[in-house]
């Protein structure tokens, strides 16, 4: 059984940081590209992050340009955790954060091609 498990949301000023954690089981971690996506009340689920599976190349990321420069995902595949470092956090970073598992060698941007999902943290940033 796949299991995806979030971690460290929380309520932080606006200018602080925030890492997010998620670990998976029962999959094999480094065949899998992981991507994190947030969701803000009254608002549709939207692209965050993804990095791809680990391969001859290293493993590519890609951002949304709503954080680009400010977030970094990053991936151990020793530990099957993927990590997603929030600097800079504003207002509108305001959401429940989710990661996803899916099984390929490129990233992925959209969330109907991923595979499995996590329950979710809320991260609250306040003004």
């Known amino acids: 059984q796949v299991k995806l498990v979030e971690s460290g949301g929380g309520l932080v000023q606006a200018g602080g940081s925030l890492r997010l954690s998620c670990t998976a089981s029962?999959?094999?971690?480094?065949?899998?590209?992981m991507g994190w996506f947030r969701q803000a009340p009254g608002k549709e689920r939207e692209f965050v992050a993804s990095v791809a599976a680990i391969s001859w190349s290293g493993s590519i990321t890609v951002y949304s340009d709503s954080v680009k420069g400010r977030f970094t995902i990053s991936r151990d595949n020793a530990k099957n955790t993927v990590y997603l470092q929030m600097n800079s956090l504003i207002p509108e970073d305001t959401a429940v954060y989710y990661c996803?598992?899916?099984?390929?060698?490129?990233?992925?941007?959209?969330?109907?091609?991923?595979?499995?999902w996590g329950q979710g943290t809320q991260v609250t940033v306040s003004s």
């Open positions: 029962g999959l094999r971690f480094s065949s899998y590209a």
């Open positions: 996803a598992a899916k099984r390929g060698d490129d990233y992925y941007t959209r969330d109907y091609e991923y595979d499995y």
